[in-house]
């Protein structure tokens, strides 16, 4: 198993598909990781969308500690928000927000603004369609979840997950945001823009930020951590009745999808985290078992948890998924193959 996953990604960069690539895995009490191209153990990379469920397990703690209710409407914690879905239909995406939106990526590049006029911005956007009506994978409704944390809790939100996630996870080399110039991370190939020029993932903007829904950086045994928590039961983090929650659909089957990229008659979501289900195609392949769970970033990444075959991997790469490269041969759906075989 580690052979075939570690051949192929050696594979993804010797034929100059990514310029780097780090992979962690863990099954029953084996832990494995690897690094390929010019990624070492501590590099960095881009963790895009792989963020969200980073806010998502730091949202249960909270609703652990009686500083959020899942099933109150946004509101409550910011009465001014255009949208009033509750915090289980953000957390998997079926607010009926879209994807994004326009004004508040402009103020992303604007040098003078920062993360409260960001916020501001996104509390501004109404929903496209009824909540619970299809899933529309939405950054604007982790922004807005990251606001309604911050009033919660009265922390910045990137405090409270690192004191709610990170430091009890030991994930001491993931954090939102980074400097420019820091050489520990890998630079991501085909960035995809923000607006203006501005870089995803790589330009100053864009990291000075750190926002919620796709801002951090980290490494893959890091991350692991994360995986590991969860296949553990929720431990240290969780009680068990709330990770068991977090693995399960949320608000029925609904149709949907991801943007433009996959959708389905039936696109279940958990808290943070897709269900695989029986959704075809898929980034993933035809491997996973359908109580698996899974997550994909902009920038290269994959993250997954297969309950049946207890295997869990992180997969993190330096090139943005806008070309498809990951679904080509020897991309993802097959390292999902060697991983689980």
Known sequence: MVIAASDLAEALVATGTVEALQ?????????????HGTASDTSRFALASLTKPLVAVACLVACEEGALELDES?????????CTATLRELLSHASGLAFDDATARRIQTDPNAGWAEVAAAYTSVAPIVPARERRTYSNTGYALIAAALEQATRLPYQVYIDEAVLQPLGMTHTQFGASPDDQSIIAVQEPGLLGHGEQLFNG??????GLPQSGAYGTASD??????CVRHGGKPLLAKQTNAFLLANQCGALPGGVGEFMEWDVCDWAVGFECRDGKQPHWTGTALSASAITHFGASGTLALFDPVADV????????GTYSGWMLEPGGWPDLCAALVA
Request: no cysteine; net charge positive; proline share 2%.
């Open 74 to 82: 946004l509101s409550r914690y910011l009465p001014r928000a255009a």
């Open 223 to 228: 991350y692991l951590r994360l995986l590991r």
């Open 23 to 35: 992979t962690a895995w863990s099954t029953g009490d084996t832990i494995g990781a690897s690094t």
């Open 312 to 319: 869990a991997a992180v997969v993190l790469a330096n090139r």
């Open 204 to 209: 100053a903007r864009f990291r000075a930020l």
